[in-house]
């Protein structure tokens, strides 16, 4: 099998470089961003890397997962914020590439350009395990990793019963990862969509009638991918499963 050429591109999570930078500003000041952020993207830039992209989210209110699922991320409208938060995207966007668009979240950019295997995609949240294709994370890996789509496909069916609740994404019912996961080795692949969707409307794992809660549970959780985005017309193609009869 032919090896894959790894990008020379790397988008990174400027959500997380520009909140962890607005943190330490607001106790040591703002004028220590000239060193803190070039450190910082200089940390988050993998090796054999020559252009960096920043992706940034849209404001949480206009995420169209909120279309889905009101409560997405609704725990997080009423944290704290760094008071520099603005002053950290601000200096970033001055001097970096960024990419914003109407509606995404960094982790849909990343997605979509790491599954198009155009860029290395870079951050440390856990989420991006959902996306194939060259990923790097600064505080855990030694080298830039390939995701293969089967693992990519499998981590995400984890996530969509499962659920993460700092997200807000209830998920299943007293299903974990782990037993997510043994729910899928035993579990023929062909069938996982239909065994999860019956799994939505099974009182045993989901106490509340709520309708279409599979797929707005499957649409909160999973991150865009190449093909699913049109910059140019703003338009996002959502998913639906295949097999889902």
Known sequence: MTKKKIPTTAILDGDIIAYKAAFWADTEGVDGLDYRLPED?????????????????????????????????????SSDRPDTLQEC????????????????????????????????????????????????????????????EEEADKFLFIQWMAGDSTDSIPGLWRIGPKRADKFLNKWEKETWVQMIFDMYDDPKYYRDSIPNLALAMARSVRILRSGEYNFKTKEINLWMPDSWV
């Open 41 to 77: 993207i200089e940390k988050w830039t993998p090796e054999g890397i020559d252009t960096i992209i920043i992706a940034f989210s849209c404001n949480r209110k206009d995420n169209f997962r909120r279309d889905h699922w009101a409560d997405y991320k609704k725990k997080r409208d």
């Open 89 to 148: 995207k601000d200096y970033m966007s001055d001097r970096w590439d960024i990419i914003l668009e109407p509606r995404l979240e960094a982790d849909d950019l990343i997605g979509i350009y790491t599954s198009s295997e155009e860029m290395v995609g870079v951050t440390i949240d856990k989420d991006l395990k959902t996306i194939p294709g060259f990923h790097w994370n600064p505080d855990k890996d030694d080298a830039i990793r390939y995701l293969t």
